[in-house]
């Protein structure tokens, strides 16, 4: 089965910038979209961006502008850049995939924006 690893949270000040990565256990970017959602600590989780098959993205309106999607085939690996982060980031960040019909979910990684 796929599975997914998140790298790259931590603390950072408001409007800095973190660098994200999901790194897939096969090659599977190529073809497959590629999700990102986060949850703060008592909310639920909701949608940050998306990359489809044919490199298409999506943001939602908190973000757009501010983060990145992007993907490295050659790698098996997606990548969210984050910048001008702001204490509302401050969230778990994990990426999923489909496959063979159902979600794949990496463990996340903490994202902390803090002076």
């Known amino acids: 089965q796929v599975q997914l690893v998140e790298s790259g949270g931590g603390l950072v000040q408001p409007g800095g910038s973190l660098r994200l990565s999901c790194a897939a256990s096969?090659?599977?970017?190529?073809?497959?979209?590629v999700y990102w959602h986060r949850q703060a600590a008592g909310k639920e989780r909701e949608f940050v961006a998306s990359l489809n098959g044919g490199g298409i993205t999506n943001y939602s309106d908190s973000v757009k502008g501010r983060f990145t999607i992007s993907r490295d085939n050659a790698k098996n690996t997606v990548h969210l850049q984050m910048n001008s982060l702001k204490p509302e980031d401050t969230a778990v960040y994990r990426c999923?995939?489909?496959?063979?019909?159902?979600?794949?979910w990496g463990q996340g990684t903490q994202v902390t924006v803090s002076s």
């Open positions: 096969i090659n599977i970017f190529s073809i497959n979209g």
């Open positions: 999923a995939t489909i496959w063979r019909g159902g979600s794949i």
